[in-house]
């Protein structure tokens, strides 16, 4: 489904270039679920933003099912991020001036999906990431943990093809960790791919593949099991 | 920190100056016509004496009391003679005539002054002397004062005229004196060109019903203006019981000068315009305070966390506060410093609107918003309002962010300065003033589409005349008495001025008539008309006399019958021509032709209706139904102010001057009151209109512009904040469609709210202006509907191009921000 092929990113900088993304290869069929993993500043957000298509500046050729992303403008790039996508954002990036509640129904909103079913698919999500309570509060009314807990309800509130979570355990608690990983492997199950990015190696676990980056390359890549088994 | 963001501060101190410049321009205007003291020295020991006199309402038989009248010549010396409450009394008596000068002949007003005129005013002549006592005298020399205008206009202020000769009604004086430029006689609507002395002897002007005199008094020094009034009623009461078929009704007003001073120039302004024009720029003024007001908010609102996060490093809260206050007030100053100069500058383009004191005599259209004698200069207590107002609005507004700072905690401003950059207090208050700056805008707008609507339905009027093309001379024949004494001489003149103008490259046709279609008066004559029921009184009809080709020059359709010839004179049947609606009117469904009509109270002359003529379009309050006779078949005297008509081939100011040489050729004594094209009388007729619609529609697209600024301002400044949140709405799925459309939604919803709140508000302001408005009622829906339109279309393009900015997100650089 997804692949790439040397990708390279590079920001221009007082220095001259600096390289973030080098020479990154990477096939990703429908249905699997990878983990990124590597220090901070390696470039897991980075390549995440160019796979879910709301980066457009990089080199390279990105193919995503019949699609040459590299050959399409970026109107068209975000065209496909709302076919496929759904984010889970590594700093929440909630609505702000919206209750929980609204914060669910907007990706939906984006989709045309009617009113009542709307409203049933929001309550849905609301109950099956036990935030029911919280949905009339807005953001600023909510803990780290259950910020982030929106962010991810929000992320797949709107059943994706392709759900990418930049570290959606940063900021819960182990059991709520557990939670969303089991979540999150349930929607694998139902065939939605998954990408996240995280520093827990036991959260690396319940993915099928591991790929570690630093300093923009590609450092190998490993399954669950060539982990050390303490993490498990 | 203005230097660090030079963008806003450039913004706020040029609405600033636009707004304060406006407002102190019209606040001085206003200032000066309706609160300014009078002219003259020492005028609060001035005192102007009017009589009064009772008399009944023609219009609704109430009892009444005139309150301005003058006082007779004769009485005025009983006055002086019995009065002793006062220093000095001193009077001027009207006199209009003829002055003839090297190079032309003028109508002019000019005053007799009683001794001591100038002195109790405090005018010493800037050249010359003022009158000597012997020249009181009746047949003292013949001496003349002029004024400092006249003496530009008549002697293009030579420095040498003492001693010059002036023609006045055909007898030599010689000039005396001129007076300062700043010396003006405030009591007429127009100019008063010239000063004599007026003989005070006994023996003549004794009429007590010829009441002319201008009577101002100054007050002894420790008498007051009750004791002026009691002396003044027994005076007054005692002249009563010697004069009693003259005085017995009078009574006696000794008013302040500055109060008369108020009176007369109300009278010869228009204030009920300026106060509009007034309340028009205070509401831009306002506009300009939202909009400075709302700049700030803005910035406090960016600033907000700065000085949060300044407030927890430790700085002392009146510190910040000095800061913020100190950056307002500066700003403030600056717009007060160009605002000041803008206005000083502003103040001449008012010469436009300001009466002319040379020459007076031109037609309505010469008519002015204010009077020609008030000088208007900067005033400083306006200015000074002005610039405190927007000192304040600064002041206020700057301090909010510090304000703020101290509600909320710290900890919350640190923490939502960290999630996002939106502060709602900031931009409901913002959207407000928004939704008030469109409401205003709406009004004002509201205002100048009636207005334009009004003068465009003036416009539109057909005159049913050709008038285009038409030149229009009209003229004064002077020696009535003797070089035009006959008909027969009055004839052979225009028969001679005629074949002259005929001459004339580019002229066509010429027909003489007493009155255009542009004429405001009007002769009219009273007719007894055989078969017609309220007949025994005679009917009041407008009569003009005109010449052969009057109906063939303005292109006016005979309907039925002939036109004049030249045989229609004083030898053959006295004939008339009337227009369709006197014939309806006069013998419904009959054929006038043929009828008669009698009029001329010593001698009645009977007429022939020969022709029946389409209507034509008059401007005056009265009725349409005209007459028109052959000049040849009056006894000529209307001939003596004739309007000489000439048809040409283009419209050129050398045709103009021509015209005029070969009018002075035939007789170089005519007062030629002026030559002018027939439709640009008509537009002159409308100057006024013209002039407010000009005015309001000037301030009303500032409003525009100014509530545009601050919709685009409001918009785009929800759009920089909220570039975030953009961002991640494209990143769940929104498209660049929605984001516009959602933008362009908040600015609909302000305009929205703002035309409504506008709606009320005209609905309330136009019956203001409703008085001004030709044919349009206050409430013309078309007028509505438009402005409603143009405003919300202006508004919608101002938050489009924020809109579309927002639009174009890239979600990358959005959510980077963080
Ligand atoms: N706008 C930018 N300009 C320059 N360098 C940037 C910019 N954004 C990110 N970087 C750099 O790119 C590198 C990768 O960042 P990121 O993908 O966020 O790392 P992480 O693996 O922690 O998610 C970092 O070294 C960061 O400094
Ligand atoms: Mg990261």
């Given at each position: 489904?997804?692949?790439?092929?040397?990708?390279?990113?590079?920001?221009?900088?007082?220095?001259?270039?600096?390289?973030?993304?080098?020479?990154?290869?990477?096939?990703?069929?429908?249905?699997?679920?990878v983990?990124?993993?590597?220090?901070?500043?390696?470039?897991?957000?980075?390549?995440?933003?160019?796979?879910?298509?709301?980066d457009?500046?990089?080199?390279?050729?990105?193919?995503?099912d019949?699609?040459?992303?590299?050959t399409?403008?970026?109107r068209?790039?975000?065209?496909?991020?709302?076919?496929?996508?759904?984010?889970?954002?590594?700093?929440?990036?909630?609505?702000?001036?919206l209750?929980?509640?609204?914060?669910l129904?907007?990706?939906?909103?984006?989709?045309?999906?009617?009113?009542?079913?709307r409203?049933?698919?929001?309550?849905?999500?609301?109950?099956?990431?036990?935030?029911?309570?919280?949905?009339?509060?807005?953001?600023?009314?909510?803990?780290?943990?259950?910020?982030?807990?929106v962010?991810?309800?929000?992320?797949?509130?709107?059943?994706p093809?392709?759900?990418?979570?930049?570290?959606?355990?940063?900021?819960?608690?182990?059991?709520?960790?557990?939670?969303?990983?089991?979540?999150?492997?349930?929607?694998?199950?139902?065939?939605?791919?998954?990408?996240?990015v995280?520093?827990?190696?036991?959260?690396?676990?319940?993915?099928?593949?591991?790929?570690?980056?630093?300093?923009?390359?590609?450092?190998?890549?490993?399954?669950?099991?060539?982990?050390?088994?303490?993490?498990? | 920190?203005?230097?660090?963001?030079?963008?806003?501060?450039?913004?706020?101190?040029i609405?600033?100056?636009?707004?304060?410049?406006?407002?102190?321009?019209?606040?001085?205007?206003?200032?000066?016509?309706?609160?300014?003291?009078?002219p003259?020295?020492?005028?609060?020991?001035?005192?102007?004496?009017?009589?009064?006199?009772?008399?009944v309402?023609?219009?609704?038989?109430?009892?009444?009391?005139?309150?301005?009248?003058?006082?007779?010549?004769?009485?005025?010396?009983?006055?002086?003679?019995?009065?002793?409450?006062?220093?000095?009394?001193?009077?001027?008596?009207?006199?209009?005539?003829?002055?003839?000068?090297?190079?032309?002949?003028?109508?002019?007003?000019g005053?007799?002054?009683?001794?001591?005129?100038?002195?109790?005013?405090?005018?010493?002549?800037?050249?010359?002397?003022?009158?000597?006592?012997?020249?009181?005298?009746?047949?003292?020399?013949?001496?003349?004062?002029?004024?400092?205008?006249?003496?530009r206009?008549?002697?293009?202020?030579?420095?040498?005229?003492?001693?010059?000769?002036?023609?006045?009604?055909?007898?030599?004086?010689?000039?005396?004196?001129?007076?300062?430029?700043?010396f003006?006689?405030?009591?007429?609507?127009?100019?008063?060109?010239?000063?004599?002395?007026?003989?005070?002897?006994?023996?003549?002007?004794?009429n007590?019903?010829?009441?002319?005199?201008?009577?101002i008094?100054?007050?002894?020094?420790?008498?007051?203006?009750?004791?002026?009034?009691?002396?003044?009623?027994?005076?007054?009461?005692?002249?009563?019981?010697?004069?009693?078929?003259?005085?017995?009704?009078?009574?006696?007003?000794?008013?302040?000068?500055?109060?008369?001073?108020?009176?007369?120039?109300?009278?010869?302004?228009?204030?009920?315009?300026?106060?509009?024009?007034?309340a028009?720029?205070?509401?831009?003024?306002?506009?300009?305070c939202?909009?400075?007001?709302?700049?700030?908010i803005?910035?406090?609102?960016?600033?907000?966390?700065?000085?949060?996060?300044r407030?927890?490093?430790?700085?002392?809260?009146?510190?910040?506060?000095?800061?913020?206050?100190?950056?307002?007030?500066?700003?403030?100053?600056?717009?007060?410093?160009?605002?000041?100069?803008?206005?000083?500058?502003?103040?001449?383009?008012?010469?436009i609107?300001?009466?002319?004191?040379?020459?007076?005599?031109?037609?309505?259209?010469?008519?002015?918003?204010?009077?020609?004698?008030?000088?208007?200069?900067?005033?400083?207590?306006?200015?000074?309002?002005?610039t405190?107002?927007?000192?304040?609005?600064?002041?206020?507004?700057?301090?909010?962010?510090?304000?703020?700072i101290?509600?909320?905690?710290?900890?919350?401003?640190?923490?939502?300065?960290?999630?996002?950059?939106?502060?709602?207090?900031?931009?409901?208050?913002?959207?407000?003033?928004?939704?008030?700056?469109?409401?205003?805008?709406?009004?004002?707008?509201?205002?100048?589409?009636?207005?334009?609507?009004?003068?465009?339905?003036?416009?539109?009027?057909?005159?049913?005349?050709?008038?285009?093309?038409?030149?229009v001379a009209?003229?004064?024949?002077?020696?009535?008495?003797?070089?035009?004494?006959?008909?027969?001489?009055?004839?052979?003149?225009?028969?001679?001025?005629?074949?002259?103008?005929?001459?004339?490259?580019?002229v066509?046709?010429?027909?003489?008539?007493?009155?255009?279609?542009?004429?405001?008066g009007?002769?009219?004559?009273?007719?007894?008309?055989?078969?017609?029921?309220?007949?025994?009184?005679?009917?009041?009809?407008?009569?003009?006399?005109?010449?052969?080709?009057?109906?063939?020059?303005?292109r006016?359709?005979?309907?039925?019958g002939?036109?004049?010839?030249?045989?229609?004179?004083?030898?053959?049947t006295?004939?008339?021509?009337?227009?369709?609606?006197?014939?309806?009117?006069?013998?419904?469904?009959?054929?006038?032709l043929?009828?008669?009509?009698?009029?001329?109270a010593?001698?009645?002359?009977?007429?022939?209706?020969?022709?029946?003529?389409?209507?034509?379009?008059?401007?005056?309050?009265?009725?349409?139904?005209?007459?028109?006779?052959?000049?040849?078949?009056?006894?000529?005297?209307?001939?003596?102010?004739?309007?000489?008509m000439?048809?040409t081939?283009?419209?050129?100011?050398?045709?103009?001057?021509?015209?005029?040489?070969?009018?002075?050729?035939?007789?170089?004594?005519?007062?030629?009151?002026?030559?002018?094209?027939?439709?640009?009388?008509?537009?002159?007729?409308?100057?006024?209109?013209?002039?407010?619609?000009?005015?309001?529609?000037?301030?009303?697209?500032?409003?525009?512009?100014?509530?545009?600024?601050?919709?685009?301002?409001?918009?785009?400044?929800?759009?920089?904040?909220?570039?975030?949140?953009?961002?991640?709405?494209?990143?769940?799925?929104?498209r660049?469609?929605?984001?516009?459309?959602?933008?362009?939604?908040?600015?609909?919803?302000?305009?929205?709210?703002?035309?409504?709140?506008?709606?009320?508000?005209?609905?309330?302001?136009t019956?203001?202006?409703?008085?001004?408005?030709?044919?349009?009622?206050?409430?013309?829906?078309?007028?509505?509907?438009?402005?409603?339109?143009?405003?919300?279309?202006?508004?919608?393009?101002?938050?489009?191009?924020?809109?579309?900015?927002?639009?174009?997100t890239?979600?990358?650089?959005?959510?980077?921000?963080?």
């Amino acid at each position: 489904m997804i692949k790439l092929q040397n990708i390279q990113k590079r920001y221009n900088t007082k220095a001259g270039f600096t390289y973030v993304l080098q020479q990154i290869t990477l096939d990703i069929a429908e249905g699997e679920f990878v983990t990124l993993m590597g220090p901070s500043g390696a470039g897991k957000t980075t390549l995440l933003n160019i796979i879910g298509m709301l980066d457009s500046d990089w080199e390279g050729q990105y193919t995503l099912d019949d699609n040459s992303v590299h050959t399409l403008k970026p109107r068209q790039r975000l065209a496909l991020n709302k076919q496929y996508v759904g984010f889970v954002f590594q700093n929440f990036n909630l609505l702000d001036s919206l209750t929980v509640y609204e914060n669910l129904e907007a990706p939906l909103s984006y989709r045309n999906v009617k009113g009542a079913e709307r409203a049933s698919i929001v309550c849905d999500t609301l109950d099956r990431f036990g935030i029911v309570g919280k949905k009339d509060l807005f953001p600023s009314q909510l803990s780290g943990g259950q910020q982030q807990l929106v962010g991810v309800a929000r992320a797949v509130v709107a059943s994706p093809k392709l759900i990418l979570a930049d570290e959606p355990t940063g900021n819960l608690h182990s059991a709520q960790g557990q939670e969303v990983m089991e979540l999150l492997t349930k929607l694998n199950q139902q065939g939605t791919t998954i990408i996240q990015v995280t520093h827990s190696e036991k959260y690396a676990a319940y993915s099928r593949r591991i790929i570690n980056l630093k300093d923009g390359w590609m450092d190998g890549e490993v399954t669950p099991r060539q982990l050390p088994r303490k993490d498990r | 920190m203005l230097a660090k963001n030079p963008g806003f501060s450039v913004f706020v101190v040029i609405i600033l100056t636009v707004g304060i410049g406006a407002t102190t321009v019209m606040l001085s205007v206003v200032d000066a016509i309706m609160f300014r003291a009078c002219p003259y020295r020492d005028s609060e020991h001035l005192v102007c004496l009017y009589e009064t006199n009772p008399y009944v309402d023609p219009a609704t038989g109430a009892p009444k009391i005139s309150r301005w009248n003058f006082t007779s010549i004769a009485g005025f010396r009983d006055w002086r003679e019995q009065s002793h409450v006062f220093e000095r009394l001193v009077g001027a008596d009207q006199w209009n005539g003829m002055v003839r000068t090297i190079d032309r002949t003028e109508r002019c007003r000019g005053h007799f002054v009683s001794p001591e005129f100038f002195s109790v005013l405090g005018a010493s002549p800037i050249l010359g002397r003022t009158f000597l006592p012997e020249e009181y005298r009746q047949r003292g020399r013949r001496v003349v004062i002029l004024s400092h205008d006249h003496w530009r206009h008549w002697f293009a202020s030579d420095p040498n005229v003492i001693g010059e000769t002036l023609i006045l009604d055909r007898e030599a004086y010689t000039v005396v004196g001129v007076l300062p430029e700043d010396f003006q006689w405030i009591f007429q609507p127009i100019a008063c060109g010239l000063w004599m002395p007026m003989p005070l002897d006994t023996t003549t002007n004794t009429n007590r019903n010829n009441r002319g005199m201008n009577v101002i008094g100054r007050l002894k020094s420790g008498v007051s203006i009750a004791q002026a009034r009691m002396e003044m009623e027994l005076i007054t009461e005692r002249l009563a019981q010697a004069y009693p078929e003259t005085n017995a009704s009078r009574g006696i007003r000794v008013v302040p000068i500055d109060e008369a001073y108020a009176h007369y120039t109300g009278n010869f302004s228009k204030p009920q315009i300026l106060t509009t024009v007034l309340a028009v720029i205070v509401s831009v003024l306002l506009i300009a305070c939202f909009h400075v007001s709302s700049l700030l908010i803005a910035r406090s609102a960016t600033r907000e966390r700065e000085i949060a996060v300044r407030a927890a490093l430790g700085a002392h809260r009146l510190r910040l506060i000095r800061q913020l206050l100190t950056e307002s007030i500066l700003l403030a100053l600056l717009g007060g410093l160009f605002g000041g100069i803008l206005a000083y500058w502003g103040l001449s383009i008012l010469s436009i609107v300001k009466g002319q004191s040379i020459p007076w005599y031109l037609g309505p259209g010469s008519e002015r918003l204010i009077p020609w004698f008030v000088n208007i200069h900067i005033d400083a207590r306006s200015f000074f309002y002005v610039t405190a107002l927007s000192l304040l609005t600064c002041g206020a507004f700057g301090l909010l962010p510090a304000l703020s700072i101290s509600k909320t905690n710290l900890n919350r401003s640190l923490s939502a300065g960290r999630t996002s950059g939106y502060v709602p207090w900031s931009h409901s208050l913002r959207s407000m003033l928004v939704v008030l700056d469109i409401s205003i805008a709406f009004v004002l707008l509201i205002g100048a589409g009636l207005m334009i609507n009004g003068y465009v339905r003036i416009l539109r009027i057909d005159p049913k005349a050709d008038t285009e093309n038409v030149l229009v001379a009209t003229l004064e024949l002077q020696g009535g008495e003797e070089r035009y004494s006959t008909s027969a001489q009055r004839f052979e003149f225009s028969r001679r001025l005629m074949e002259r103008i005929q001459k004339v490259p580019g002229v066509q046709s010429i027909a003489i008539a007493n009155g255009t279609p542009a004429s405001m008066g009007y002769n009219w004559d009273k007719f007894i008309v055989e078969g017609f029921s309220s007949s025994r009184e005679g009917v009041k009809i407008r009569c003009t006399p005109i010449s052969r080709d009057y109906f063939r020059l303005l292109r006016i359709p005979v309907l039925r019958g002939r036109q004049f010839t030249e045989h229609d004179n004083s030898a053959s049947t006295p004939v008339a021509i009337i227009n369709e609606s006197l014939a309806k009117r006069l013998w419904p469904n009959q054929n006038p032709l043929g009828k008669c009509l009698t009029h001329g109270a010593s001698e009645p002359v009977t007429r022939e209706v020969v022709g029946v003529t389409r209507d034509v379009r008059h401007f005056g309050d009265y009725p349409n139904e005209e007459v028109y006779i052959p000049c040849l078949q009056t006894n000529g005297f209307t001939m003596l102010y004739p309007d000489v008509m000439i048809r040409t081939d283009a419209r050129t100011t050398g045709l103009t001057v021509a015209v005029r040489r070969e009018i002075l050729s035939v007789d170089p004594d005519i007062f030629i009151r002026q030559v002018t094209f027939l439709d640009r009388q008509i537009a002159d007729l409308f100057t006024t209109e013209r002039l407010s619609t000009l005015l309001l529609g000037v301030f009303a697209a500032a409003a525009l512009v100014l509530a545009s600024v601050g919709i685009y301002g409001a918009t785009a400044y929800m759009v920089s904040r909220r570039t975030h949140e953009i961002g991640v709405r494209m990143a769940l799925g929104a498209r660049s469609g929605d984001v516009l459309k959602s933008v362009l939604r908040q600015g609909l919803k302000l305009t929205l709210i703002g035309l409504a709140i506008g709606l009320v508000g005209a609905f309330v302001a136009t019956r203001i202006i409703r008085s001004l408005l030709h044919n349009v009622s206050p409430t013309d829906p078309l007028t509505f509907i438009c402005v409603s339109f143009l405003l919300s279309g202006v508004a919608l393009l101002a938050s489009y191009i924020p809109a579309r900015r927002a639009a174009k997100t890239d979600p990358m650089e959005a959510l980077r921000y963080e």
